[in-house]
């Protein structure tokens, strides 16, 4: 079976580049660290929250090897897995890449090549005081309470409430609820309240309240038991990672007549989270303003003690906690409901005023069978990462992380046991990196721990792929059992005959398919073969350091390698855009350097073939090479093979010592390197610049000096034997020339703008023939300035941002004047990589995103930011980086105003700079019919939603805003559909400054419009895209630029008399071999 029932969500797969690291560039412009607080407030919910686990032995090992052990943070840079390959094969010993490890992984270099992971279905370790420490819960006395020594979230027992000094605060806002159909309407507060628990998960803060006094706990270990918090009642918690369980232990049926028990009440509250009541399950959901579930609270429960504890027979008996003496710690009830206890679900209702009511308790304790004591579980935990137990018995119920079913121990269950007829079932998520994405796994285990069975006996229970599981999974809404992946036979547990054991079982498809297919997260379920026999009944260990892991052994691919690593010469690096190099009448050498992951590159395959041919049965080299210690393979070709006046392409693709392969490379291009053949004219010349260095294959080198610096660019025959000038220029009408001297010519020029910039080279030989161009691409640092207007390269003039068909976001810069575009950059990066390094976003990011530019958006840098509406409804400010460029990691939702449209509505967003005159940034919207003001972004949200009513806009196009008329007031330009026109709207002064919006809302309040502005030939169909610019062609009115249906770009010069094509000049031109067509936004 197909694993799509597994629904693993799909991770982003980065494409293999290094975007600049603009903190670590040398003379960067300042941009401040933008920081936004994370919603905190204090804290808050009964529902503990954790963050989440982070995502070569035998498969039956008695126990897991390379357990992790306290390890400090390395105060250099962690090692990576290059590194630690090199020293696992010079060392011959496993080596821990620590680039990769988190809370629950850790991944190994061996010296065969290959890597192994280890991934736990639990937390093994926490970082404290940037030292990676054992998860340890032990109960410590801090400031205020009770926390445990390492865990990965922070968390807070109360020391009792009888003293002032140890009372929480009581600001913690009350929690927002969405209220369903148990909720009952607010009763009156029952008394004072004490903050039991509090908790911290990420950006959210929580505390649970108990409705009473608490007395100082007796503290054993991670548990803290508050005795008698009602006559004959104990309240027990105890520290989990990331959370937390709780039990009340009624013990006598004195105490059980106690009211409290009625209607047993605890107090939520979170300043960040919504809590949802499952109307079956009675499961509470806490999530954030997103729909994302970071904690859960089970279905609640209780149990008696009518049963014993099944452990596993002829075992020691554990040595008595000497804490434990005479109190509820030592009862044995503690570790859940056993075969044969007597057991009851619990109803529940999420009240409006942050109270979660336990309801029914009353009916099990009034029952003359039921023995005490009794133990009632509203049990609080969660984790990003979780595990379940489904059970028959209660097919409603959630068990979310196991909670009622256990305490100390933690156990999942699976199969039938007839004593009390409990079915179980047991499933369980692990993380599943970017790390694993595209590795050829060469073998993959789930371990788990077997400690108990019905008999020894043995046994059968499989392992299956699943579907995701949430808080809301119970029998009754399983996820969806896939393909067996293994099974195993046998009795651990039950007697020192048989005693607990590790077993393993095979997973290596599942994890090929997480790998090919970029799962974030591995889910796997385990049952009984036979759910009616009683002798299939087994539990396992599931939290804590004997949780169940996946280990997992992969090869990484070659990397495919990129266009500066391939050369020819002559011809230079390899060009994958027009113009192509010329080769002239000379034989051909073409290098090529890869490399492996793992370093076990084996060779390269060079292929070359006329372009336009099939690349196979055309070939005319076809040739596997192999490489040197460097990864590099050098190959020459005589001038005959290459016929004159074709055009040739060429590509290589690595291979490593298992067979696996990279793509093709050049990487990321999507094209083959190509270059033409004139056997009449000269070779291409070389340029070589070290103060404008190549911006390499992902855009991450700049020049040494900022804008407005001059630099020395050398040019050279390339083989040629009679150049005897050389043609150059910022454009392609080389208009300067300078004599050749038989060896390499050095000229002094001065880049015209910012940002990506192309220098062309030609060289003529004594006959005047002429090479093809040298099109010398470079970027030109940012000078240290603000950044005006669509500007975002510090040249002062406004720049462009595409997004092309195939979905990615690129950055075009130019000099102010009537040039057209040369080259461009990739525009956005992301740092959410295995170990932390910048990466080009995977191909289709920006795929029907919306997106524009025009103001510091997160002010207080300077820095131009960008708007888009994204695939997902949302709206984000992408933060700029001070070169152009944006890391999608660090951007921030944008909230309407109230009554505003959701974001996911709008057709169409335009940034307008602040027209408002308050300062702060502003953004027209178009939402089907209705056109939007939204004023006044503060950095989260805008202070102001203005519906401009009065006309319908469904056949129009905002165009830009701007005071196309210089009357000091903007103007707002559009495009009706119908008539193929633009429309100059007249703006209005408002009274206390800026724009009066309702003057460009309908033409009745304007100050006029000039509905010849674009007088025809602007209709979708001709044009498929029309916006507007501040001045870029130097007469200082804003212009317009229109992409037209089949790829040119052209730019109209602002007028205010209306438009016109005299004065148009192309910024994209198809007889240049430069086409815009099927390009999906600019901005």
């Not at 008996?317 to 007597?342: F, I, K, M, N, V």
């Not at 190959?635 to 693709?653: D, Q």
């Not at 503060?938 to 519906?947: C, E, I, P, Q, R």
Request: with cysteine; hydrophobic share 35%; charged share 20%.
């Amino acid at each position: 079976m197909e694993s799509d029932e597994n629904t693993p969500s799909e991770a982003r797969p980065g494409a293999a580049a290094s975007p600049p690291d603009p903190l670590a560039a040398p003379g960067k412009r300042s941009r401040q660290h933008r920081r936004y607080a994370a919603l905190a407030a204090l804290l808050a919910v009964a529902v503990a929250v954790p963050l989440g686990v982070r995502a070569g032995q035998d498969p039956d090992a008695s126990a897991p090897s390379d357990r992790p052990e306290a390890a400090k943070a390395d105060p250099e840079q962690p090692v990576t897995a290059d590194a630690a390959m090199r020293k696992a094969r010079s060392t011959g010993k496993d080596v821990e890449v620590t680039a990769y490890r988190s809370a629950g992984s850790t991944t190994w270099a061996q010296p065969d090549g290959l890597l192994r992971t280890r991934i736990h279905s639990s937390s093994i370790r926490a970082e404290v005081d940037g030292e990676w420490k054992p998860v340890d819960t032990d109960l410590r006395r801090v400031d205020g309470g009770y926390a445990p020594k390492a865990v990965n979230d922070p968390l807070l027992f109360s020391a009792g409430s009888g003293r002032k000094d140890e009372r929480a605060a009581r600001s913690v806002p009350r929690t927002a609820l969405v209220r369903g159909a148990a909720d009952r309407t607010a009763e009156e507060d029952p008394g004072p309240w004490s903050d039991l628990v509090q908790l911290t998960t990420g950006p959210h803060r929580m505390v649970v309240k108990w409705p009473g006094k608490l007395p100082e706990p007796v503290v054993s270990g991670p548990r803290a038991l508050y005795e008698d918090v009602r006559p004959g009642i104990d309240l027990l918690l105890t520290a989990r990672d990331s959370g937390f369980s709780h039990v009340l232990v009624v013990k006598n049926r004195e105490a059980a007549q106690d009211p409290l028990l009625d209607r047993l009440s605890y107090r939520l509250a979170s300043p960040t989270l919504k809590f949802v009541m499952d109307p079956e399950s009675k499961a509470v959901s806490a999530r954030d303003g997103e729909g994302q579930e970071f904690a859960a609270s089970p279905t609640p429960y209780m149990w008696d003690s009518s049963a014993p504890v099944r452990t596993t027979l002829g075992e020691p008996t554990p040595t008595p906690d000497p804490a434990a003496g005479g109190t509820s710690l030592a009862l044995p009830g503690l570790a859940g409901p056993q075969p044969g206890t007597r057991d009851a679900v619990l109803d529940a209702a999420l009240k409006a005023n942050g109270e979660l009511d336990l309801l029914g308790a009353d009916r099990m304790l009034a029952d003359p069978d039921t023995v005490y004591p009794v133990f009632i579980d509203p049990s609080f935990k969660g984790r990003k990462l979780n595990w379940t137990t489904l059970y028959a018995k209660y097919p409603s119920s959630s068990f979310w992380n196991g909670q009622n079913f256990n305490d100390g121990a933690n156990e999942a269950r699976v199969g039938y046991e007839r004593t009390t007829g409990g079915l179980s079932r047991s499933v369980f998520t692990f993380e599943f990196g970017q790390a694993l994405h595209g590795t050829k796994i060469q073998k993959a285990y789930f371990r788990a721990r077997q400690v108990y069975s019905w008999g020894c006996s043995a046994r059968q229970f499989n392992l299956h792929l699943t579907g995701s599981i949430s808080s809301s999974s119970t029998w009754k809404n399983q996820p969806t059992w896939g393909e067996v992946l293994d099974s195993k036979n046998n009795g651990y547990g039950y007697s020192a005959d048989c005693p607990d054991q590790w077993t393993a079982l095979n997973i290596t498809s599942a994890a090929q398919k997480g790998a090919d297919r970029s799962w974030s997260t591995l889910t796997l379920g385990l049952r009984a073969a036979n759910e009616s026999d009683t002798y299939a009944w087994k539990k396992f260990t599931a939290n804590g350091e004997n949780a169940p892991y996946i280990e997992v052994t992969h090869n990484r691919p070659p990397n495919s390698p990129k266009a500066s690593a391939m050369k020819t010469y002559p011809g230079g690096t390899c060009d994958y855009t027009a113009p192509y190099p010329g080769i002239g009448k000379s034989d051909i050498t073409f290098t090529v350097t890869a490399s492996d992951p793992d370093g076990n590159l084996k060779s390269i395959v060079l292929k070359v073939w006329p372009s336009g041919s099939d690349s196979t049965t055309s070939a005319v080299v076809h040739q596997t090479l192999t490489p040197n210690s460097s990864g590099t393979v050098t190959a020459t070709y005589p001038w005959s093979k290459f016929t004159s006046g074709k055009a040739y392409s060429w590509e290589a693709m690595p291979v490593d010592t298992l067979g696996e392969t990279a793509r093709w490379g050049p990487a990321e291009t999507g094209s083959a390197c190509q270059f033409t053949v004139d056997h009449a004219a000269p070779n291409s010349p070389e340029v070589v610049s070290d103060t404008f260095p190549p911006s390499g294959d992902d855009g991450s080198v700049w020049s040494t000096v900022t804008f407005g610096g001059s630099g020395a660019f050398t040019f050279s025959p390339a083989g040629s034997t009679d150049v005897k000038e050389y043609q150059y220029g910022f454009t392609t009408a080389f208009a300067s020339r300078t004599a050749a001297t038989g060896g390499p010519v050095t000229v002094t020029l001065t880049p015209p703008h910012a940002g990506p910039t192309a220098l062309y080279v030609r060289s003529v030989d004594g006959t005047g023939n002429i090479s093809r161009a040298t099109v010398y691409t470079f970027q030109v640092r940012p000078a240290p300035v603000s950044d005006t207007p669509m500007d975002v390269t510090g040249d002062q003039v406004p720049d462009l941002y595409t997004v092309d068909a195939d979905g990615n976001l690129a950055l075009h810069a130019r000099a102010r004047g009537s040039d057209r575009l040369h080259t461009s950059m990739p525009a956005a990066y992301t740092t959410d990589t295995a170990d932390g390094s910048a990466q080009l976003v995977a191909d289709g990011y920006w795929t029907g995103a919306l997106i524009t530019h025009n103001g510091d958006w997160l002010p207080g840098d300077g820095i131009q930011d960008l708007v888009a509406r994204m695939p997902d409804g949302k709206l984000y400010v992408y933060p700029g980086d001070g070169y152009g460029g944006f890391d999608v990691t660090r951007r921030v939702d944008v909230l309407l105003p109230s009554g505003a449209p959701s974001p996911a509505s709008l057709r169409q967003i335009l940034a307008v700079g602040d027209v408002t005159g308050d300062g702060r940034s502003d953004l027209l919207a178009l939402a089907g019919a209705d056109l939007w003001a939204f004023t006044g972004y503060t950095g989260v949200s805008f202070a102001k939603a203005t519906h401009l009513t009065g006309e319908s806009w469904s056949e129009r196009d905002l165009v830009q805003v701007a005071d196309v008329t210089a009357d000091g007031a903007p103007d707002l330009v559009y495009r009706n559909n119908p008539t193929g026109q633009l429309h100059l709207r007249y703006g209005k002064k408002a009274a206390g400054g800026g724009l009066d919006l309702a003057s460009i809302g309908t033409k009745a309040a304007s100050a006029g419009q000039l509905d010849t502005y674009g007088p025809s030939g602007w209709s979708r169909s001709a044009l498929p895209i029309v916006t507007g610019t501040p001045d870029i062609s130097g007469d200082g009115v804003p212009d317009v630029i229109a992409l037209f249906a089949a790829g040119p770009a052209r730019v109209y010069p602002g007028r205010a008399i209306g438009l016109t094509s005299t004065t148009a000049f192309y910024l994209i031109k198809e007889s240049v071999g430069t086409s815009w067509a099927g390009y999906q936004a600019i901005g």
